[in-house]
């Protein structure tokens, strides 16, 4: 069961810019590795990064649960 839960993924793209935003959420967008809009990156799915896509809900779009 293990492996199952350490399989498990989300993929996170980026829909708007980071610009004109706190500088802690573009941050948030670079941890992550989105720097473009429209760029999708796949993290595993735990609740640090649910709660980073959460701080930055109006600029990232999670795309498969």
Do not use: C, W
């Amino acid at each position: 069961k293990a492996a199952e839960k350490a399989k498990k993924t989300i993929k996170i793209r980026q829909v708007r810019s980071g610009i004109g935003f706190e500088k802690s959420q573009k941050a948030t967008l670079r941890a992550l590795g989105l720097v473009k809009i429209g760029r999708v990156r796949e993290h595993p799915d735990n609740p640090a990064i649910r709660g980073m896509a959460a701080t930055i809900s109006h600029l990232v779009v999670i795309e498969k649960d």
